[in-house]
């Protein structure tokens, strides 16, 4: 870290007169940000339903073939609400949502939230018993499937526990017009909405902060997803915290999102920023790099969502003639380095970063408010960052028992209070929910929330994120659970035992998957059969893309796999004993890597 970094009260003050023009927008942010009762009735529902009043006939949703003023917009919500509580949908009802970045996939959402429903948002990227047990973990008594994603859902359909839940499909075209028609054996949501009632059901004003209105998968230590609640009330904290304060968009600013709406950054942070000032958001499919600034120049889009990844296959593009004086403003999103935070701003242009930190699960969130470099920024919740014991993976306690606070620029555990007005929601399963809470951290009977993160104080309230801890790594974007993947080899012939980790990539973000195996006694690893292994049981971005072999795997007393000096070793070569593997981009399997390979990838002779 840079001296540069740490933000002093001078330099804070100093930077505080060009933010006074949205000193307005920022005091209701922290309004709603920090609202305490949760039996007050603000929700998803009533963002919607307020900008439809206050902006009725600017644009709410666009993509390349359909645009939706807000009028239009929540009329349509309304008719899926109506058509949803006709189909016996009510309040508190868990509803499997999985379909791919559309306008049908934010109305669905938007009705649910308007009768007190809870769309549980499946990532539509799971496949075979990862899916079958994201459905089955939250039991819904609704499905709703996109016809795209209907083969998927047909290999694990006889797996629900639940097989007579209600089935709703909605057709795959850009027409609101039609319907389509739906497969035997499915509803069609679309045509029974289309004759419902316009206007906003009743159940929208008994929608309360306290209630859940989605469910967000986040992978765990326990191997398999977890469904973590997002409350209406985080919600409107997040409407608050980067609608208000953060981003301050208005009614002619477009948002670009193409990170996909199973993630809170879609449907909690950009949705809610755009809903706080009238702003339109302009949907993509999936991100395209090629396509990022044709489609900006379509929709004179002035924002955009981002995670780091994603700026970093931006800068690797070649100069765009379309990026040249450009739209964009502001980006709102996490996980942009230090290190690619200047060079983007400069190329591209962009005046305003509100780079973010948040958990679907947590209680906390920082906010990037005040537009300075390299922080995730500021919070007005409790917390602390705690200096911690990597070795043996806890915080380091004192004579008395309690936690030691990091001192300024120190890396340490980022911890949360928990309180009524910072209230943990956690999962769906109570025993999860538990196991993340720390308690008599400063005081008997305090409780606060553990992150699992590393991140240093750098001044005026201000941090910056250092580093994940934990059987979780982050790669393209999304979190990867080691015990996942290591059941998913341990399965695959031969491997008698697997332990994964994440290694870093030069020129990449985050840390990709690296697995040391133990072979059973006389074979031999088949780099092609293990990639089609993997293809088929995991999401490419969990696929591990180096292997090493070992005679022995190491573990702890409490038979915990050692992955420190794996980490540390990485795969270096000069480090590593035995045979080491790489799968290069493109290629259909693993092959050996030595000093050339090594040195090719060094030098970013390949885009991982």
């Not at 994201?134 to 859902?153: M, Q, R, T, Y």
């Not at 359909?157 to 850009?174: E, G, N, P, S």
């Not at 290694?503 to 697995?515: D, L, S």
Request: charged share 20%.
């Amino acid at each position: 870290m840079s001296q540069a970094d740490l933000i002093s009260p001078f330099r804070f003050l100093a930077h505080l007169p060009q933010h006074l023009p949205r000193v307005p927008r920022m005091l209701r942010g922290l309004y709603y940000a920090g609202i305490r009762n949760r039996e007050k009735n603000l929700s998803l529902a009533w963002a919607l339903q307020r900008a439809a009043e206050r902006h009725p006939e600017r644009p709410a949703l666009m993509d390349e073939n359909r645009q939706l003023s807000y009028r239009a917009f929540n009329a349509w919500a309304n008719r899926l609400a109506w058509a949803f509580k006709a189909e016996g949908v009510s309040h508190g009802d868990v509803v499997a949502v999985m379909l791919e970045n559309r306008l049908e996939l934010l109305a669905i959402l938007a009705a649910l939230s308007k009768i007190g429903a809870v769309g549980a948002l499946i990532n539509t990227t799971q496949r075979g018993k990862v899916l079958a047990h994201s459905f089955n973990l939250v039991n819904p008594g609704f499905l709703v499937i996109g016809d795209e994603l209907l083969g998927a859902f047909d290999e694990i359909a006889d797996q629900l526990h639940d097989l007579q839940a209600c089935r709703y499909w909605i057709a795959d075209q850009d027409c609101l017009g039609d319907p389509g028609q739906a497969p035997q054996g499915w509803s069609n949501l679309m045509q029974l909405a289309a004759g419902q009632a316009q206007d906003n059901p009743p159940d929208s004003q008994q929608v309360r902060m306290k209630d859940a209105c989605f469910l967000i998968y986040t992978s765990g230590t326990t191997g398999l997803p977890k469904a973590s609640i997002m409350s209406h009330g985080k919600w409107i904290k997040a409407y608050g915290g980067f609608g208000h304060s953060g981003l301050t968009l208005g009614e002619h600013d477009v948002l670009y999102l193409t990170l996909p709406c199973y993630h809170n950054n879609a449907v909690t942070v950009c949705w809610s920023a755009a809903l706080a000032g009238g702003a339109a958001i302009a949907l993509r499919r999936r991100f395209s790099a090629s396509a990022f600034w044709s489609d900006v120049a379509r929709y004179n889009a002035t924002c955009f969502g981002y995670i780091g990844e994603l700026c970093r296959y931006l800068l690797n593009q070649p100069v765009h003639p379309a990026e040249q004086g450009n739209s964009l403003r502001c980006m709102i999103g996490n996980g942009l380095r230090p290190s690619i935070w200047a060079e983007f701003k400069q190329r591209f242009g962009v005046e305003q970063i509100t780079e973010f930190y948040a958990s679907s699960e947590g209680n906390i969130g920082f906010t990037n408010v005040f537009n300075f470099d390299n922080t995730v920024g500021y919070t007005p919740a409790t917390y602390a960052i705690v200096r911690y014991d990597l070795e043996n993976d806890r915080p380091i306690r004192g004579k008395k028992g309690f936690v030691q606070k990091a001192d300024k620029g120190e890396a340490g555990l980022l911890i949360s209070e928990i309180s009524a007005k910072w209230p943990f929601d956690g999962y769906t399963d109570p025993a999860k929910s538990e196991s993340v809470i720390l308690r008599d951290v400063f005081k008997k009977g305090d409780a606060w929330f553990n992150t699992g993160d590393l991140m240093r104080d750098i001044g005026c309230k201000h941090a910056q994120f250092v580093d994940r801890l934990g059987d979780t790594f982050r790669w393209k974007g999304e979190n990867v659970s080691t015990t996942e993947v290591e059941n998913v080899l341990g399965a695959f012939p031969s491997v008698e035992d697997a332990v994964v980790y994440g290694v870093e990539i030069p020129g990449t973000n985050g840390r990709c998957g690296m697995a040391a195996l133990r072979l059973a006694s006389g074979c031999e690893l088949d780099g092609t059969a293990l990639a089609a292994h993997l293809d088929a049981e995991l999401p490419a971005y969990a696929a591990p893309l180096f292997v090493r072999l070992l005679g022995e795997v190491e573990t702890t007393g409490t038979f915990k796999y050692k992955k420190t000096d794996l980490k540390q070793a990485g795969y270096d070569p000069s480090q590593v004993e035995g045979p080491l593997y790489v799968r290069l981009p493109g290629s259909n399997g693993f092959q050996r890597l030595d000093e050339d390979v090594h040195r090719a990838i060094e030098l970013l002779a390949y885009r991982f």
